[in-house]
């Protein structure tokens, strides 16, 4: 009996030490064909894998083809150095050397140098043969019979544009983690076939919804290939789980960045990757032209496509000089109220502004239920705010009842920046102790709860966005309204609220 337990205790201990010898790197990048841009390594070389290894990849991606005399090696194009790799033996390949010195690697070699170490995935993508489907299943089973002789099964994961070398995987491999990539694909259909996940072009995942639906469904999602902030960031907040990469570093900058990485979970965003009005579902509107208790000059219109339109990633609120009601411009004011209220959380909004003596832009929020009465009584919060005669300047702003514009006791602070010419990105991180205020991530105010009670601090309930262009007013227009300057449009790229 002493001598069983003995030997069950060894093999529980040699099982446990068996589990814990793998250490895969937990983040979203992926490199494609290996880390090789920054250093200028060929790309799909040993070196470019060694160096997708260094950075922490989660894993590095690679190609294969079949050469005509059956070696399988690895390259993206169908021709190596102007030769057809399916039409010549592999022989001839060697004739080639890659800028680095290397030789064209074979599988097996890049199988081997990968299993070295136990932190970076192999993303191994079979590409389709240009012979014929049946090549491609022989390349298939070719693959994963190298795979299982090399017992690297642990590093190795699959995608390929083929669908039926997708399911040929999983019918020789039924627990292998493979990925589709051509894009038409649902992500019931994959599911229904038993795919582990979704690798497609990041466009088709600014669908709505169909990231968060591929989640449901048990799927990862990865998205190729993405090489630009705006993109990194944008596919980072929406919760992708793998990025891939020619930029491998710039991804882990934007990593650190990422208000994801802070804790912080979207809620609730538009990317205004529609046309035409913005989306009922997200935003109404108020409407009139009485003057909006600062004396403006505006009319604002309801779902008037010339004042609000959404057009190439952009939502678009012009002000035109033009007749309404009494009042000689029309504008657009979009509110979220109802569509989306929010208690803290961190909301940015990626903006640029439009130029112009008399123009008053603003991005702020209202509380939806006014829970200690009507304004200041209840809060407002100024994400941005901006006068055109202050051309190199916008402005955070807090109101209470204590701490209001019209007793001249408001929190603000304005900050120095261009916001005609880029993008910038105003944002607040609303907590239940401050609202700090941001530009491009500095922070640069911070109101703080002084707990004396709702004339000081009523944010403890729910607010709504609001975004519009004024015209005059007792802050706008201070020093008058250059005509010449309509149309004058604000662009909004994004919106996005976060909460922990």
């Known amino acids: 009996m002493k001598q069983i337990l003995i030997s069950g205790l060894m093999i529980l201990i040699f099982s446990a030490s068996f589990a814990q010898k793998f250490n895969w790197n937990k983040n979203q990048v992926i490199a494609h064909r290996g880390a090789w841009k920054k250093n200028s390594f060929p790309q799909n070389s040993i070196a470019s894998l060694k160096e997708a290894v260094k950075l922490g990849c989660y894993g590095s991606e690679f190609d294969v083809w079949m050469t005509a005399d059956n070696i399988l090696v690895i390259n993206h194009d169908p021709e190596f150095q102007g030769l057809t790799i399916e039409k010549v033996k592999y022989e001839e390949l060697l004739t080639k050397t890659m800028s680095n010195g290397e030789k064209i690697p074979t599988l097996e070699a890049y199988l081997l140098e990968g299993k070295k170490q136990k932190t970076t995935k192999l993303i191994l993508e079979i590409k389709p043969s240009l012979i014929g489907k049946e090549r491609g299943i022989e390349v298939t089973n070719k693959c994963i019979e190298m795979v299982r002789k090399l017992k690297v099964v642990d590093w190795v994961e699959y995608i390929s544009f083929d669908y039926d070398y997708c399911k040929r995987i ?31 072009h990041y466009s088709v995942y600014q669908k709505d919804g169909w990231i968060e639906n591929a989640h449901k469904l048990g799927l990862t999602v990865n998205a190729w290939t993405v090489n630009t902030v705006p993109e990194i960031q ?60 600062n004396n403006e000059l505006q009319y604002y219109t309801d779902a008037d496509s010339a004042n609000a339109h959404v057009k190439k990633g952009n939502l678009n609120i012009t002000v035109l000089k033009a007749d309404k009601d009494k009042n000689q411009y029309t504008s657009a004011r979009l509110v979220s109220k109802n569509k989306f209220d929010f208690k803290y959380g961190r909301v940015e909004v990626s903006a640029m502004l439009p130029k112009g003596r008399g123009l008053w832009p603003a991005i702020w929020a209202l509380p939806t239920d006014w829970k200690y009465g009507d304004w200041p009584k209840s809060g407002e919060i100024d994400i941005m705010e901006h006068v055109g005669y202050e051309p190199d300047s916008v402005y955070g702003t807090v109101h209470t009842e204590k701490f209001n514009h019209v007793i001249h006791t408001q929190v603000g602070k304005g900050v120095r920046i261009n916001p005609y010419n880029a993008y910038h990105v105003y944002a607040i991180e609303w907590f239940e102790d401050r ?39 007792g802050w706008g227009g201070k020093k008058g309204v250059d005509d010449s300057i309509f149309p004058a449009t604000m662009k909004i790229d994004y919106v996005r609220v976060y909460q922990k």
């Not at 994959?190 to 497609?200: E, F, I, N, S």
């Not at 991804?251 to 046309?275: H, Q, R, S, Y």
């Not at 944010?459 to 004024?470: G, K, S, V, Y």
């Open 234 to 293: 944008w596919l980072l907040a929406h919760n992708v789980d793998f990025i891939t990469t020619n930029e491998p570093e710039l991804t882990f900058e934007e990593l650190k960045k990422t208000p994801v990485a802070k804790g912080w979970k979207l809620k609730w965003a538009d990317e205004f990757n529609d046309a035409g009005l913005p989306l009922a579902k997200n935003w109404s509107y108020d409407v009139g032209g009485n003057g909006w208790g």
């Open 170 to 200: 999983l019918a020789l491999m039924p627990k292998a983690k493979v990925a589709y990539l051509k894009g038409e694909i649902s992500a019931e259909q994959m599911k229904a076939d038993q795919l582990t996940g979704v690798d497609y």
């Open 435 to 473: 609202i700090d205020f941001f530009v491009d991530d500095q922070k640069y105010l911070s109101f703080k709860n002084t707990k004396k009670g709702s004339q000081e601090w009523p944010f403890d309930q729910n607010f709504h966005l609001i975004f519009n262009i004024a015209v005059g007013g």
